[in-house]
Antibody, heavy 116, light 108 residues
């Protein structure tokens, strides 16, 4: 079964850090771009970042540049999002998704809450 | 930064045709993708590359694009089509991606 499972979310204070993980199974992970998409409570979808198959290209939405880092480990079939200097406006459900535009596979999401 | 603009809401009666628009300056040269999100669920791709329908998506869903506007059409909308719909595309560089603000479709 093709599956993405996110983990690593939680409650963190402003200025803190979290590392999200996304475990992939059921498909050849190393052949796909991968993406992170988030959704703040009651709000719309927001593309956050994506990464090329070999990790050589990475792109970010302006609001997270310099604070978030996307990475992957193809040997472990895993995608990551290192989030530093978190702000209240980063509070959201974070999804990982397969590909960079044709998101045919989504995880169930992991919740990040930034609050003091 | 690049933006895609959608109407906040569209309302139709069951069996009518619903049209949801998405405007963006780069759409003449970049594909649009459409996602359906029902309450409490992850999004589902319903149209990709302007007009292609993934397997398993009902034929009543179709897409088109002309100039700076892409359109998702649901012909003969059903109650179960009630959801938020998001267009998705990239800017002229092809590297930065954005979702539209979303359109809440009501079928009643």
């Amino acid at each position: 079964e093709v599956q993405l499972v996110e983990s690593g979310g939680g409650l963190v204070q402003p200025g803190g850090s979290l590392r999200l993980s996304c475990a992939a199974s059921g498909f050849t992970f190393s052949t796909y771009w991968m993406s992170w998409v988030r959704q703040a409570p009651g709000k719309g979808l927001e593309w956050v970042a994506n990464i090329k198959q070999d990790g050589s290209e990475k792109y970010y939405v302006d609001s997270v540049k310099g604070r978030f880092t996307i990475s992957r480990d193809n040997a472990k079939n895993s995608l990551y999002l290192q989030m530093n200097n978190l702000r209240a406006e980063d509070t959201a459900l974070y999804y990982c998704a397969r590909d960079r535009s044709i998101f045919g596979v989504w995880g169930q999401g992991t919740t990040v809450t930034v609050s003091s | 930064s690049y933006e895609l603009t959608q109407p906040p809401s569209v309302s139709v009666s069951p069996g009518q045709t619903a049209r949801i628009t998405c405007s963006g300056d780069a759409l003449p040269k970049k594909y649009a993708y459409w996602y359906q999100q029902k309450s409490g669920q992850a999004p589902v791709l319903v149209i990709y590359e302007d007009s292609k329908r993934p397997s398993g998506i009902p034929e009543r869903f179709s897409g088109s694009s002309s100039g700076t506007m892409a359109t998702l059409t649901i012909s003969g909308a059903q109650v179960e089509d009630e959801a938020d719909y998001y267009c998705f595309s990239t800017d002229s560089s092809g590297n930065l991606w954005v979702f539209g603000g979303g359109t809440k479709l009501t079928v009643l």
